[in-house]
């Protein structure tokens, strides 16, 4: 009986593994959720959370990934059942796309609780803000300025350079001039996190690899020049 069974389990295994590669490869949502928990879950063994706040983290975790996942199901089986726009399949779609915004809420929550977030946020404290707010905000002047000259896109949508990927390497930038405690770990999340945000403007056709990298490039110059003089 159990040579019988084996095989069948080890099906559903290769079944279930192969669901979650699928939203891996089709969902850009999912890639992101993904990219946050590695980085996450590097952070708490860097800083050595206790067990009960890891077990916290990976729940939460794990609730946001179930949630993206049946959302990408409800989707598919909508859109398999209902080709044509219908206003129930709309609200099936939005009670889905809620409750990845509830899980996601609770994680952020969750995380700001954990003790080692406690002390990143009050070292923030003494960051310079100021300066971080100018250089994110010069950062969208040039980005705006160089569409301007360019003629290509809109100052919000499109064109050279990327205004998302100039700020998210803005915010990689300055995070790593004001984080002291573990420095390279914490910029090494923000890279990712500003590498995920280019790379959804590409794979969503809004901007080209050379837009991109030209906005990645003016956001750090600015905000690297800025904290060098400046700070």
């Known amino acids: 009986m159990a040579e019988r069974e084996t095989p069948a389990i080890l099906r559903s295994f290769n079944y279930a593994f192969?669901?979650?590669?699928?939203?891996?490869?089709?969902?850009?949502?999912?890639?992101?959720?993904f990219a946050i928990a590695a980085g996450v879950l590097m952070l708490a063994f860097i800083y050595d959370v206790t067990r009960l706040e890891l077990i916290a983290l990976m729940i939460s975790i794990a609730f946001v990934l179930i949630a993206e996942m049946v959302n990408t199901a409800v989707e598919a089986t909508i859109d398999l059942s209902t080709p044509s726009f219908d206003p129930l399949a709309k609200i099936a779609k939005d009670i889905a796309a809620g409750a990845v915004l509830i899980a996601a809420a609770n994680a952020i929550a969750v995380g700001y609780l954990v003790r080692p977030s406690a002390r990143l946020v009050n070292s923030l404290g003494d960051a310079p803000i100021n300066l971080t707010?100018?250089?994110?905000?010069?950062?969208?002047?040039?980005?705006?300025?160089v569409k301007a000259v360019t003629g290509r896109g809109t100052p919000l949508r499109g064109?050279?350079?990327?205004?998302?990927?100039?700020?998210?390497?803005?915010?990689?930038?300055a995070i790593t001039f004001i984080v002291?405690?573990?420095?390279?770990?914490?910029?090494?999340?923000?890279l990712i996190m500003a590498l995920?945000?280019?790379q959804t403007r590409v794979e969503a056709g809004i901007h080209s690899p050379y837009e991109v990298a030209a906005g990645a490039v003016i956001g750090t110059l600015v905000t690297l020049i800025l904290f060098q003089v400046f700070r």
Do not use: D, K, Y
């Open 133 to 145: 707010v100018i250089a994110l905000v010069l950062t969208i002047i040039v980005v705006i300025a």
């Open 18 to 33: 192969e669901g979650v590669i699928h939203v891996l490869r089709t969902q850009r949502n999912m890639r992101i959720h």
């Open 196 to 198: 995920l945000v280019s």
């Open 159 to 173: 064109g050279l350079p990327s205004g998302h990927a100039a700020l998210a390497f803005g915010g990689w930038a």
């Open 180 to 190: 002291s405690e573990h420095r390279i770990v914490v910029s090494f999340v923000a």
